[in-house]
C-alpha cells in the first residue's frame, strides 16, 4: 500500500521567503511518481510540478522545485521568494500502478501555507 | 482548452434524493478517476475507470455507482445519498500509463447532503 505523509498542518512565511513543504512516503512499487498540487481558496487542484521515481535530477518549474532524496523516501516542494498569491492549501501526491492498472493518486492530508505580508 | 467540466458546482440536498454529479472531458483521456476530499484525510479515491464500458472500485467506493458509455463522460450517481457523503468531489482524467503526466481535475462539486 502506498502512504503519503506530510507533517506539517498549516505554515506561515514572510512574503518574499523561500519556504519549503515536506512531504514522505511510502511505496512497494520499483516505479512510482510524485506530484505536487495547489488547491486555493476557490477549491480547484492546480497542477505545480512532477518528479519520476528514476529521474536523475530534482525537477523545477519557475519558482517551485522538488527536493527529492530517493534514500530518504522525501519529496519536499521548495518555493523560492514567496508571493501573497501562493497562500493556499498544498498537497503532495503519488501515483502508482496497482496490479489491476489503476493510476490513482495517493494524497497526502495537505499543508496549508499563508503568506504574510 | 482542454478541460474536465463538472457539473454542478454546488448542491443542497436531502437524504435519501437520487443525484447525478455529471463529468466531462475533451482531452480524449483514457482514464478518469473520481474523489472526494474531507478534512484531515486529503484526497480518496472513490471509482475509476480505465477506457470505456471499464470500471472498478477505488478505496471508498461505499454509496457510490459510476458508468462509462463514452470515453469523455464520467458520471457519479449517489443512488441513496446520506449525509456522510456530504464532501468535495473531484473528477480527474489523464492518458493511461502516462506516469509521468498530470491528471486534470474539474473544479470541484460541494455537496451537501441534509
Known amino acids: 500500500a502506498q502512504k503519503i505523509t506530510q507533517t506539517q498542518p498549516g505554515m506561515f512565511v514572510q512574503e518574499k521567503e523561500a519556504v519549503t513543504l515536506d512531504c514522505t512516503y511510502d511505496?512497494?512499487?520499483?516505479?512510482?511518481?510524485l506530484f505536487w498540487y495547489k488547491q486555493p481558496s476557490s477549491g480547484e487542484m492546480i497542477f505545480l510540478i512532477y518528479?519520476?521515481?528514476?529521474?536523475?535530477q530534482n525537477a523545477t518549474e519557475g519558482r517551485y522545485s522538488l527536493n527529492f532524496q530517493k534514500a530518504r523516501k522525501s519529496a519536499n516542494l521548495v518555493i523560492s521568494a514567496s508571493q501573497l498569491g501562493d497562500s493556499a492549501m498544498y498537497f503532495c501526491a503519488m501515483r502508482g500502478i496497482s496490479n489491476f492498472g489503476n493510476e490513482k493518486l495517493t494524497f497526502g492530508t495537505g499543508t496549508r501555507l499563508t503568506i504574510i505580508p | 482548452e482542454a478541460q474536465v467540466t463538472q457539473n454542478p458546482r454546488y448542491l443542497i440536498t436531502v437524504t435519501g434524493k437520487k443525484l447525478t454529479v455529471t463529468c466531462s472531458q475533451n482531452m480524449n483521456h483514457e482514464y478518469m478517476s473520481w474523489y472526494r476530499q474531507d478534512p484531515g484525510l486529503g484526497l480518496r479515491q472513490i471509482y475509476y475507470?480505465?477506457?470505456?464500458?471499464?470500471?472498478d472500485k477505488g478505496d471508498v467506493p461505499e454509496g457510490y455507482k459510476v458508468s462509462r458509455k463514452e470515453k469523455r463522460n464520467f458520471p457519479l450517481i449517489l443512488e441513496s445519498p446520506s449525509p456522510n457523503q456530504t464532501s468535495l468531489y473531484f473528477c480527474?482524467?489523464?492518458?493511461?500509463?502516462?506516469?509521468?503526466?498530470?491528471?486534470?481535475f474539474g473544479d470541484g462539486t460541494r455537496l451537501s447532503i441534509l
Open positions: 475507470s480505465m477506457n470505456v464500458e471499464v470500471t
Open positions: 480527474a482524467s489523464s492518458f493511461a500509463t502516462a506516469s509521468n503526466q498530470p491528471q486534470h
Open positions: 518528479q519520476g521515481s528514476y529521474d536523475q
Open positions: 511505496t512497494s512499487d520499483p516505479s512510482y511518481g
